[in-house]
């Protein structure tokens, strides 16, 4: 993999999500809808999980819907942020304990690439826009593999390198510094599925266009969601009025009817766990299915 991007201050991620609790869901438009469309994929594919593991919950919206698709399955929502964690509680039932004991849905904060799970002790991972946010996403999809049990689904979505294309060209000419995140792109993360031993791999992008009024409107937005610039290599200090300015001067030749807009590339993929092929002694395990009637 090549231009590998910005390492990512994990303090400031849990930092910036923390304070976009409240906000994030008015926000997050685009993220809902992903989660919508990551849903709609499951229609085509069996699997009945007995545990699922959301890796990224955020504010749990993914989580009533897998609710309603695996009523018999237990849910872990993970995430990096607390306050995130205890908004998805709110979402799927209250008082919290209540939703512990008839629905079976269980929390638990932490970083994605060191998941604090038993391997293969869950049998689905379900990630919507998380992983954009890992500093090697090779390690993360090493993490979804170990914890999966044999015959596991890892089902995901992420944004791809378009993704605020305008936003940073706009940066670009103002100074050097990062200002947006680099985005790792889909035939990579094909790659990596591979070399960690994913199985039957499948992958498409999706891009969306969202508009706004101004630029102010969209750092607004990326703000009330939590996506700040976390990068170590961002510039120092809070930017300036002229740096600003410059950047929505730059921005300004893309307005089109009025709006400015937005693209972001999302990339959808799901893989499985392949069964072993080997007993532990060594032994060749045969598959030996019913023959047709």
Same mark, same amino acid.
């Given at each position: ?9 994990? !303090?400031?991620? !849990?930092?910036?999500?923390? !304070?976009?609790?409240? #906000? ?7 993220? +809902?809808?992903?989660? /919508? ?8 594919? *069996? ?10 919950? @955020? ?32 979402? %799927?039932?209250?008082?919290?304990? =209540? ?8 929390? %638990?904060?932490?970083? %994605? ?5 038993? $391997? ?18 090779? *390690?993360?999809?090493?993490?979804? +593999? ?10 995901? #979505? ?6 605020? =294309? ?6 670009? #000419?103002?100074?050097? +510094?990062?200002?947006? #995140?680099?985005?790792?792109?889909? +035939? ?6 591979? /070399?960690? @031993? ?13 508009? &706004? ?42 307005? !089109?009817?009025? /709006? ?7 990339? &959808? ?11 532990? $002694?060594? /032994? *060749? %395990? ?8």
């Amino acid at each position: 993999m090549q231009n590998k991007p910005p390492q990512f201050d994990k !303090r400031l991620i !849990r930092r910036s999500f923390e !304070r976009a609790a409240a #906000s994030y869901d008015a926000a997050a438009v685009l993220q +809902h809808e992903v989660c /919508k469309r990551m849903n709609e994929r499951l229609d085509l594919i *069996k699997h009945q999980p007995a545990t699922l593991l959301d890796a990224g919950s @955020g504010t749990g919206n993914a989580l009533p819907a897998l609710r309603a698709r695996y009523p018999q399955a237990r849910l872990v929502a993970f995430d990096l942020a607390f306050t995130m964690l205890q908004r998805g509680r709110e979402r %799927i039932a209250a008082p919290w304990w =209540k939703s512990v004991l008839k629905q079976k849905v269980g929390a %638990i904060c932490g970083d %994605i690439e060191q998941l604090p799970l038993a $391997s293969g002790s869950v049998d689905m991972v379900w990630s919507s826009l998380a992983l954009q946010w890992m500093n090697d996403p090779d *390690k993360a999809f090493g993490e979804f +593999h170990r914890v999966l049990a044999p015959g596991g689904l890892l089902m995901f #979505s992420t944004f791809g390198p378009d993704t605020l =294309k305008e936003l940073r060209t706009a940066f670009a #000419s103002v100074d050097q +510094h990062t200002h947006v #995140s680099r985005f790792i792109d889909l +035939h990579d993360i094909g790659d990596i599925l591979v /070399k960690r @031993g994913f199985a039957d791999p499948v992958m498409d992008m999706e891009p969306f266009t969202l508009t &706004y009024s101004d630029v102010r409107a969209l750092m607004h937005d990326l703000k009330a969601i939590g996506a700040h610039n976390v990068t170590h290599d961002r510039p120092p200090g809070l930017t300036g009025r002229a740096r600003l300015a410059a950047v929505m001067a730059a921005y300004e030749p893309l307005r !089109r009817d009025g /709006k400015l807009p937005a693209t972001f590339e999302v990339v &959808y993929g799901h893989a499985w766990k392949p069964l072993p092929r080997v007993t532990a $002694s060594g /032994k *060749k %395990i045969i598959d030996i299915k019913p023959a047709a009637t």
